[in-house]
C-alpha cells in the first residue's frame, strides 16, 4: 500500500471505521514508518482540536447576510430558467468523504498559520527574502514531515514568484505523497493567478490527480478563479468511470458557473 493510501486512511483508523486486517495493516504500517506516525499524531490534534472548539455563535447582521445569500441561492435553483441539477441524498459515506476534507482543510490552515509565523523580524529586507526563499526550497526538496512540507509552501506567500519558486509548487501539487501538501501547493499557486503558466498548470494538473479531496479543491479553485480552459479538463474528469459522484457534481456545478 502507498504512502498516500495509507495517509488517507489515518483518519478512519481513528474514526475506527476500518476492518480488522485493514487496521491491523495500518498499525504494521505505523510501527515501520516515523514519517506515518507523525502525520498521524498530527491529525489526532487536528481532530481533538475540532471537538473541543468552542462554538461560534455569529453576530446577528453575519447570520441575516448567510440568510439572504442561502434564499437567494434557492431562489435561484427554483426559478423557471433554473438549471436543474439531480443530487442524491448524502448517506453516511458521504457525511465522513466531507469530514475528510474538513480534517485536511484544518491541517492547512495550521500550515498557514505556521508559515505566516515563520518569520520574528518585523522588517522584511532583501537578504531576509532570499533567506526565506533558500528555506522554502530546501524544505520542499528535503524535509521528510508533512508539517515542514507545508511550512515550505506557506513561505510562497512572502515571496515574489519565479520560475524557480511556480516550479517548486507545481511538482509538490503533483507528486508530493501527502494529500495536505498536494492541496497546500495548489492553494498557493492560486495565489499567483495572474502567471499564465500557473493558470495552465493548475488546469493540468486535474489531469494527474486520482484523490478526490484534491480534485474537489482544484475544481473549487479553478471556478473561483474564472478559468475558462478549466471547462475542458471539467469535462473529461466527469466523463472518467473512476470519478467519484461527489467530484462529478462539483465539476458539472462548475461548469455551469462558468457559462
Do not use: W
Not at 87 to 110: D, E, G, H, V, W
Not at 182 to 190: F, Q
Not at 210 to 217: G, H, T
Request: aromatic residues 6%; hydrophobic residues 40%; glycine residues 4%.
Amino acid at each position: 500500500m502507498e504512502f498516500q493510501e495509507l495517509e488517507n486512511k489515518l483518519i478512519d483508523y481513528l474514526d475506527d471505521a476500518l476492518t480488522t486486517e485493514q487496521r491491523a495493516e495500518v498499525e504494521k504500517q505505523l510501527e515501520n514508518s516515523a514519517e506515518l506516525q507523525h502525520t498521524l499524531d498530527e491529525l489526532k490534534m487536528v481532530m481533538e482540536g475540532m471537538e473541543t472548539a468552542e462554538e461560534f455563535q455569529p453576530s446577528p447582521s453575519l447570520k441575516n447576510n448567510f440568510d439572504q445569500f442561502l434564499q437567494k441561492e434557492i431562489n435561484g435553483q427554483g426559478g423557471e430558467d433554473a438549471n436543474i441539477v439531480a443530487f442524491k441524498k448524502p448517506n453516511s459515506s458521504r457525511i465522513k468523504f466531507l469530514f475528510q476534507i474538513a480534517a485536511a482543510a484544518a491541517i492547512l490552515i495550521m500550515g498557514v498559520f505556521i508559515g505566516k509565523n515563520i518569520s520574528g523580524a518585523p522588517e522584511v529586507t532583501i537578504g531576509h527574502i532570499v533567506d526565506l526563499r533558500l528555506e522554502m526550497l530546501e524544505l520542499l526538496e528535503k524535509d521528510k514531515s508533512t508539517s515542514g512540507r507545508i511550512k515550505a509552501v506557506n513561505i510562497s506567500y512572502e515571496l515574489q514568484p519565479d520560475n524557480e519558486i511556480v516550479d517548486a509548487l507545481i511538482q509538490s501539487m503533483n507528486i508530493d505523497k501527502s494529500t495536505n501538501v498536494r492541496i497546500a501547493a495548489m492553494e498557493a499557486l492560486s495565489h499567483f493567478q495572474n502567471e499564465p503558466k500557473v493558470r495552465t498548470a493548475l488546469c493540468q494538473s486535474l489531469a494527474v490527480q486520482s484523490n478526490p479531496m484534491i480534485q474537489l479543491s482544484l475544481i473549487k479553485i479553478l471556478v473561483n478563479m474564472k478559468e475558462k480552459q478549466a471547462v475542458e479538463y471539467f469535462e473529461k474528469i466527469i466523463e472518467k468511470e473512476s470519478t467519484t459522484p461527489e467530484v462529478k457534481d462539483e465539476a458539472q456545478m462548475g461548469i455551469f458557473k462558468m457559462m
